[in-house]
């Protein structure tokens, strides 16, 4: 089992630039959930997945931020027009039970 | 509404100390709850997990925690730490209604020679 996969780990764009993470969750596992981690807002949530309808994107800031699941095997986070308050560490996890989550390393996003 | 409260932000011990990391709760149903550790560049991994029954539970790396509905708490202990057990650790609730995690701030723990 090799646990939730997220590509890149690393990332750096440049103001405006657009950015695409990448997250393949646990074989089997039928929902995924993607935070965001900074130092001074701590873990937020972003949005959710459950066999890959989208259930609540509360967290999502509207304007710049999608997120999609296409198939089993990976979701897709996408920040449009990136700010640098964008600057974090995006989690990944996903789930079989609805109860407990199972996280990537996270994708380190850098906006310059 | 629900919220988790880690009131100590950092916390340093000497090696082969025991530890105890504070964890209080507020949800209006039974609570699910759960520690998670944070090595440094890495994602949270699961410590442990409490759903019911008894208020002690253990978890990987000899760590245990103690669930108390009476303080809405949910502390984790460990009888003596590693330097390796340095790293950030986090208490979490699960809303069962959304199926979200409430995430508490995280303790940084320091393990000293």
């Known amino acids: 089992n090799a646990g939730v996969i997220q590509t890149p780990r690393h990332k750096v764009t440049g103001k405006g630039q657009e950015a695409t993470l990448w997250c393949e969750p646990i074989?089997?596992?039928?929902?995924v959930f993607w935070y965001r981690q900074t130092i001074v807002q701590g873990l937020e949530f972003l949005t959710y997945f459950r066999n890959q309808a989208p259930i609540d994107d509360s967290g999502m800031p509207k304007e710049r931020f999608s997120a999609q699941m296409p198939n089993q095997s990976h979701s897709t986070l996408k920040i449009q027009s990136t700010q640098p308050q964008d600057s974090a560490v995006y989690l990944c996890a996903s789930s079989l039970s609805s109860y407990e989550q199972y996280f990537g390393p996270g994708t380190r996003l850098t906006v310059l | 509404a629900q919220s988790v409260t880690q009131p100590d932000a950092r916390v340093t011990v000497s090696e082969g100390a025991s530890l105890q990391l504070r964890c209080k709760y507020s949800?209006?149903?039974?609570?699910?709850l759960f520690w998670y550790v944070q090595y440094p560049r890495q994602g949270l991994q699961l410590l442990l997990k409490y759903y019911s029954g008894d208020p002690v539970v253990q978890g990987v790396n000899s760590f245990e925690a103690e669930f108390s509905k009476s303080n809405s708490s949910f502390h984790l202990q460990k009888a003596s730490v590693h330097w390796s057990d340095s790293a950030v650790y986090f208490c979490?609730?699960?809303?069962?209604?959304?199926?979200?995690?409430?995430f508490g701030a995280g303790t940084r723990l320091k393990v000293i020679a």
């Open positions: 074989s089997g596992h039928s929902a």
């Open positions: 949800y209006s149903a039974t609570p699910y």
């Open positions: 979490a609730l699960l809303n069962t209604g959304n199926y979200k995690y409430v």
